[in-house]
């Protein structure tokens, strides 16, 4: 497997039953479930900028469709 980053989400992705290249929509759906509960991860995490740094990390350069928007 290339290391590339999205090696963690590949495995979901199988155990889903889903295409291999179907990596990227699991990225966005933990980015949108991050911003959907923002402030409970953030009571989890430790606050609110860790919660901003793991949605950085979930977007794919280039090919993202997701739209941020700021909830705060």
């Known amino acids: 497997m290339k290391a590339d980053r999205n ?3 590949r495995p979901i992705v199988a155990l889903l ?4 290249e179907s990596w990227s929509l699991v990225r966005r759906d933990f980015f949108k ?3 959907a509960w923002r402030d409970e991860y953030a009571a989890i995490l430790d606050g609110f900028d860790r ?3 793991l949605k950085k990390s979930l977007l794919v350069e280039g090919s993202s469709t997701v739209r941020i928007i700021s909830l705060s």
């Open 51 to 53: 919660v901003e740094e």
């Open 7 to 9: 090696c963690g989400y």
């Open 17 to 20: 039953d889903m295409a291999e």
């Open 33 to 35: 479930e991050l911003c």
